[in-house]
């Protein structure tokens, strides 16, 4: 099973195809790529361990 945060950076390898048609054809395509690397990027944030996770006990009835 893959982890969200690999499919993350796996999904990022379509950045260098953006990155070739934003230069190329479409200047509007910047905005794009850079919308994609900012959803990678708090994907991956979003998906990664929380800091102390565990360190807290909480006990439920």
Not at 9 to 14: G, Y
Not at 41 to 53: C, M, Q, R, T, V
């Amino acid at each position: 099973m893959v982890s969200p945060r690999v499919g993350t950076l796996v999904a990022l390898t379509a950045l260098p195809a953006m990155g070739y048609y934003a230069v190329v054809k479409e200047q509007i395509a910047v905005i794009s790529l850079l919308n994609v690397a900012i959803i990678a990027a708090a994907l991956f944030i979003a998906f990664g361990p929380l800091s102390g996770d565990g360190q807290h006990g909480h006990d439920h009835a």
